[in-house]
């Protein structure tokens, strides 16, 4: 009786093993491959955006270097909220918290043509309704980043 416990038991451990090294780990292994293929298929979007220079009025910093010392933690991502599928244009988004007025959380989405790169300044969202200054926000982290290199 002991022995097929033992054995029921051991068959009942191996299975659950066959099932757990062979079903979920190909799920998560599928899940991060295709995490992966979207950041990269985003990523040229977003490159777009970021190594593009701004104005001499910022100072001629990249968007990506305003935005990062703007907003603390950004991250950039594809914002999907409201561009049908099937278009040529994506939206792309860098959120973060705002570093000037730091109980703000920040987002500015741009609008990008998926064919051509060119982007466009589409939306602001802050504490998560529509609203802000982005050339304000712009201003101060240039302005800020100017004292930053004559501090060194």
């Known amino acids: 009786m002991k022995k097929k416990i033992l054995s029921l038991g051991i068959i ?6 066959l099932v757990l090294l062979t ?12 995490d992966n293929k979207i950041n990269q298929e985003y990523q040229e979007y977003i490159d777009a ?9 910022f100072s001629k910093y990249t968007l990506g270097e ?7 933690d950004s ?10 599928g099937g278009t040529n244009k994506i939206l792309i988004s860098v959120k973060g918290n705002d ?10 989405i741009y609008e990008v043509n998926t064919e051509t790169l060119e ?3 589409y939306s602001m969202y802050v504490d998560n309704e529509k609203g802000g200054n982005l050339m304000s926000l712009m201003k101060k982290s ?11």
């Open 66 to 72: 305003l935005f990062d010392n703007a907003l603390t």
């Open 49 to 57: 955006i970021r190594n593009a220079e701004a104005s001499d009025y």
């Open 23 to 34: 079903g979920c780990g190909d799920t998560e292994n599928n899940k991060a491959n295709e």
């Open 99 to 108: 570093k000037f007025n730091e109980s703000e959380i920040t987002e500015v």
């Open 119 to 121: 982007y466009k300044y």
């Open 12 to 17: 009942a451990t191996l299975v659950i093993m």
């Open 142 to 152: 240039s302005d800020d980043l100017d004292e930053q290199k004559n501090n060194q």
């Open 75 to 84: 991250v950039w991502d594809q914002y999907t909220r409201e561009i049908p």
